[in-house]
């Protein structure tokens, strides 16, 4: 398991997933929550999902890896999921204020999405990014 921080932003998802065992760990990272995990099937993902609701444990992005996402830098992926998040959210009809970060998946700014980035004014726990599998 490798935990990214922000110095991660601009590496791609694969870079980070061959970094040392516990790369991250303990430091402090600006970026959003996401636990992306590869080596599971569907059922697993939705079991260890479920099971982290059940606990109440913070809420977060979530996401399997596939050779697209692996080639992409972390802030894109990172942004994708965002998006996901919020078009499957009954917030955006609310009207409720979103944040983005400034760049999606092909690196243009996504003024119409939002513009203020995650990075600012929050620091978040560790984030995961689990390469266990085969």
Known sequence: MV??????????VGEILTSAPGHGRGEESPLP???VLSGVTEK????????????????????????????WPLIDLLTELDLERVALSPKVLSGSPLHFPVRNHL????????????????????RPLDRAGP
Do not use: C, V
């Not at 099971?51 to 890896?65: E, I, S, V, Y």
């Open 3 to 12: 935990f990214a921080t922000g110095a991660d932003m601009d590496r791609t």
């Open 33 to 35: 929550r996401a636990t």
């Open 44 to 71: 697993e993902l939705s079991t260890i999902m479920a099971a982290w609701k059940h606990l109440g444990l913070p809420r977060q992005n979530w996401a399997t890896l596939t050779p697209t996402s692996e080639g």
């Open 107 to 126: 690196g243009r700014a996504a003024p119409e999405l939002g513009h203020s980035h995650p990075n600012l004014g929050r620091l978040a726990a560790h």
